[in-house]
């Protein structure tokens, strides 16, 4: 996975965080195709515990290699950040957010994150 190829290029110059939120396709909500076929089948979580462990299943399925933090069940980074569906973002040592991809999927360009994690460590 091209995330963990950059997470371990350049995790001793910066901390790397995966940010989990709220499910995207719950089997309670909009529930696609695709996570019918891989059996990707959750209901929404409806406490920390419940989302904590979909977040390990996700960890585990997807071979994140970076460390996860949840997002609390008010979904505060997810709508502060407009994480949802999924977002590749770079954020300065003053908290500047430096680089915000597009939407995902379409917009999960992990190549145009790179050369922006670049940029930074190089300046």
């Known amino acids: 996975m091209r ?19 709220q499910e995207i396709h719950p089997t309670d ?11 990707v089948l959750f209901t929404q979580p ?27 069940m008010e979904n505060e980074v997810d709508l502060k950040y407009a994480a949802l569906p999924e977002r ?4 300065n040592a003053a908290g500047k957010i430096v ?5 995902g999927p379409w917009g999960f360009d992990t190549e145009e994150w790179r050369v922006a994690i670049e940029g930074l460590v190089a300046s």
């Open 46 to 72: 409806m406490n920390a515990d419940e989302r904590a462990e979909i977040a390990g299943v996700c960890m585990l399925h997807l071979k994140f290699e970076m460390p996860m933090l949840l997002d609390n």
């Open 3 to 21: 995330v963990n190829e950059i997470y371990r290029e350049f995790q001793n110059q910066m901390d790397f965080y995966i940010v989990y939120i």
């Open 29 to 39: 909500g909009w529930q696609l195709p695709a996570n019918e076929r891989d059996e």
């Open 99 to 103: 680089h915000r991809s597009r939407m």
């Open 88 to 91: 590749l973002y770079l954020v």
